[in-house]
């Protein structure tokens, strides 16, 4: 099963990079930069205008409504593993190689 995370997507620094930035369960919101395959979203963002979109996860632990993920690159403001609410993520089963 693969796993995404609700967050907001802006253009990266590089073409092949989108920044995103996520809100925590205690509401504070941390950015990083990932590479374009593991961002999904209905329109590509531009500079003035960010999209809603998804970042794919990988779930560590879950205790109740929070989930401890370890995100695909470290955040700018504190590591790779933040918490979140259950109801940020979505699952969908993962895709078979060709």
Same mark, same amino acid.
């Given at each position: 099963?693969? =796993?995404?995370?609700?967050? /907001?997507? =802006?253009?990266?620094?590089? %073409? ?7 809100? /925590? %369960? ?16 209905? /329109? +590509?963002?531009?500079?003035?205008? +960010?999209? %809603?979109?998804?970042?794919k996860v990988v779930p560590v632990k879950q205790q109740g409504e929070l989930v401890l993920l370890q995100?695909?690159? %470290? ?17 969908? +089963?993962?895709?078979? +190689?060709?």
């Amino acid at each position: 099963m693969e =796993y995404w995370l609700r967050c /907001q997507v =802006y253009p990266g620094q590089f %073409s092949v990079e989108y920044a995103v930035v996520i809100r /925590q %369960s205690d509401n504070k919101e941390v950015s990083l930069f990932v590479p374009q395959e593991l961002v999904e979203s209905e /329109q +590509p963002p531009t500079f003035d205008r +960010p999209v %809603s979109g998804w970042i794919k996860v990988v779930p560590v632990k879950q205790q109740g409504e929070l989930v401890l993920l370890q995100l695909p690159r %470290s955040t700018l403001e504190n590591g790779q593993y933040i918490t979140v609410r259950a109801d940020q993520l979505k699952t969908r +089963p993962q895709r078979q +190689p060709a």
